[in-house]
């Protein structure tokens, strides 16, 4: 039975290339792939819907496609990907803004860490610059330190903007930049100043 999209065409699938990788020292490859189409779909569940069932387009019995997920609500950062050739969330990714892009739907990894399997990156590289950066307030918790500095109102809406950060790469991904040894990038630039402007973490 075939469903209107919220374009009013007319569809029955939607077809998925993703590129693949078995491991970190294999070669990547693509695979196609054809779910059934329902509205509202995001990236997350057309691949819920291929792990179901791993076969491909063409009919071939594969391994179901592995990527990394967990809140499902753009909180945690941790299903980032490159989809039609933008890095952003898989979680909030919907189908049918996708497919007036691009049809098939591209799904990549990350290409600024290392690609352990499929859509799966090491970002340990990533925290690693948190740590190189100390972004954290040291607080022994042997004394008391009474109320907490007071700050003005537009300090605290631009501090507010850094701590949205959720460490998902989409930056280090589209930052032509970052791949340098010397730089760390934006992300932890950002959470240099995100600290620096609170009176106890200010160095």
């Known amino acids: 039975m075939?469903?209107?999209?919220?374009?009013?065409?007319?569809?029955?699938?939607?077809?998925?290339?993703?590129?693949r990788r078995d491991n970190p020292d294999s070669e990547p490859y693509w695979q196609e792939f054809r779910v059934p189409y329902?509205?509202?779909?995001?990236?997350?569940?057309?691949?819920?819907d291929i792990r179901k069932n791993p076969v491909t387009k063409d009919g071939q019995a594969t391994t179901p496609p592995v990527w990394d997920m967990s809140c499902l609500e753009q909180v945690c950062?941790?299903?980032?990907m490159v989809i039609n050739g933008k890095v952003r969330q898989s979680c909030s990714a919907l189908v049918d803004q996708l497919l007036e892009v691009r049809d098939p739907i591209t799904l990549e990894p990350m290409t600024k860490?290392?690609?352990?399997?499929?859509?799966?990156?090491?970002?340990?590289?990533?925290?690693?610059?948190?740590?190189?950066?100390?972004?954290?307030?040291?607080?022994d918790g042997t004394h008391?330190?009474?109320?907490?500095?007071?700050?003005?109102?537009?300090?605290?809406?631009?501090?507010?903007?850094?701590?949205r950060c959720m460490t998902c790469g989409c930056c280090l991904e589209a930052c032509p930049q970052y791949g340098d040894d010397n730089y760390i990038g934006p992300q932890a630039i950002a959470q240099v100043r995100y600290q620096n402007m609170h009176p106890t973490g200010k160095i």
Not at 2 to 14: D, L, M
Not at 77 to 80: D, E, I, L, Q, R
Not at 125 to 134: A, Y
């Open 77 to 80: 950062g941790t299903c980032t």
């Open 113 to 139: 860490f290392p690609n352990v399997r499929d859509l799966c990156v090491d970002r340990s590289e990533m925290f690693g610059h948190l740590k190189r950066i100390h972004a954290w307030i040291e607080l």
């Open 38 to 48: 329902r509205s509202n779909l995001n990236v997350i569940s057309c691949l819920m």
């Open 144 to 163: 008391d330190l009474g109320p907490g500095p007071r700050i003005d109102p537009q300090t605290a809406a631009e501090r507010y903007t850094y701590s």
């Open 2 to 19: 075939s469903t209107t999209n919220g374009n009013g065409k007319t569809r029955e699938f939607v077809d998925f290339r993703i590129r």
